[in-house]
């Protein structure tokens, strides 16, 4: 996670909480269906406030822990799933034995990563027939409005990674499964708002853009048809599997 981007989100935990979406049910389950028999142990890697960890955590006889580089983010994660176990760490560099693990899931967070080396550091956490699992909610662009939000916010790293293909990974996984999820979630203008200011580009602008950004989103939002206070905001929700060889 050499960009620091991916280390920038903790100045911005509280809004990251508020404004990111939940992940979807049957798209985490899909994720983790192919570890072994009776498998339980799962590690959140880039875990942040929890979003993905607790989708995890309230399945029957998970055995969760969450990983993330910046401090900040997991102490709202501490606060949102209380008694997981958390740790500071990277998917390049996991502080946990070798074939420790049934599957190792990233949410929001593989477009960050060295794919070889994480792949092979995975690896070496995860035992024989194990799972990774990688997942992103991204807006859906095929919406008009939708598509100028994403111009005057600037496109995540996320979106431009996805846009260009699969992501990679590479050895002890085989090749990747796919599946998406097509829903919307209701949200206020604030949320919109907290949506954005959670985003690293909008972090790490100067303040002269991000007052631009607040400034042609109100804009936006004024000539959107919000019913009681609320739009909903389509999303895609693209998951991929792979199993450990």
Same mark, same amino acid.
Do not use: C
């Given at each position: 996670?050499?960009?620091?981007?991916? %280390?920038?989100?903790?100045?911005?935990?509280?809004?990251?909480?508020?404004?990111?979406?939940?992940?979807? $049910?049957?798209?985490?389950?899909?994720?983790?269906?192919?570890?072994?028999?009776?498998?339980? @142990?799962?590690? #959140?890697?880039?875990?942040?406030?929890?979003?993905?960890? @607790?989708?995890?955590?309230?399945?029957?006889?998970?055995?969760?822990?969450?990983?993330?580089?910046?401090?900040?983010?997991?102490?709202?994660?501490?606060?949102?799933?209380?008694?997981?176990? %958390? $740790?500071?760490?990277?998917?390049?560099?996991?502080? +946990?034995?070798?074939?420790?693990?049934?599957?190792?899931? +990233?949410?929001?967070? &593989?477009? &960050?990563?060295?794919?070889? @080396?994480?792949?092979?550091?995975?690896? =070496?956490?995860?035992?024989?027939?194990?799972?990774?699992?990688?997942? &992103?909610?991204? *807006?859906?662009? =095929?919406?008009?409005?939708?598509?100028?939000?994403?111009?005057?916010?600037?496109?995540?790293?996320?979106?431009?990674?996805?846009?260009?293909?699969?992501?990679?990974?590479?050895?002890?996984?085989?090749?990747?499964?796919?599946?998406?999820?097509?829903?919307?979630?209701?949200?206020?203008?604030?949320?919109?708002? =907290?949506?954005?200011?959670? @985003?690293?580009?909008?972090? %790490?602008?100067?303040?002269?853009?991000?007052? =631009?950004?607040?400034?042609?989103?109100?804009? +936006?939002? #004024?000539? +959107?048809? $919000?019913? #009681?206070?609320?739009?909903?905001?389509?999303?895609? %929700?693209?998951?991929? *599997?792979? *199993?450990?060889?």
């Amino acid at each position: 996670m050499a960009d620091s981007r991916a %280390t920038s989100f903790g100045a911005q935990a509280q809004d990251y909480e508020a404004g990111r979406p939940e992940y979807p $049910f049957d798209a985490v389950a899909w994720m983790l269906e192919i570890m072994p028999a009776g498998a339980q @142990r799962v590690a #959140d890697v880039g875990a942040g406030t929890g979003k993905l960890t @607790r989708a995890i955590a309230h399945a029957p006889g998970a055995q969760i822990v969450a990983i993330d580089p910046d401090p900040a983010m997991l102490a709202a994660l501490r606060e949102n799933v209380p008694g997981v176990p %958390t $740790f500071l760490g990277t998917a390049e560099s996991l502080p +946990l034995p070798d074939d420790s693990l049934d599957a190792v899931v +990233l949410g929001q967070a &593989w477009h &960050w990563v060295d794919p070889v @080396r994480a792949s092979a550091e995975i690896g =070496r956490a995860v035992r024989a027939d194990g799972a990774l699992g990688l997942i &992103w909610n991204i *807006r859906d662009e =095929r919406v008009g409005w939708v598509r100028d939000l994403s111009r005057i916010m600037h496109r995540s790293a996320a979106e431009e990674a996805l846009a260009a293909g699969d992501p990679v990974i590479a050895a002890p996984f085989d090749t990747l499964d796919s599946e998406s999820w097509e829903w919307s979630r209701p949200m206020t203008r604030e949320q919109l708002h =907290r949506m954005a200011s959670s @985003r690293s580009a909008v972090i %790490t602008a100067t303040p002269e853009e991000q007052e =631009r950004i607040h400034r042609e989103m109100d804009a +936006l939002f #004024d000539d +959107l048809e $919000f019913t #009681d206070g609320v739009i909903d905001l389509p999303y895609v %929700t693209k998951a991929f *599997r792979a *199993r450990r060889g």
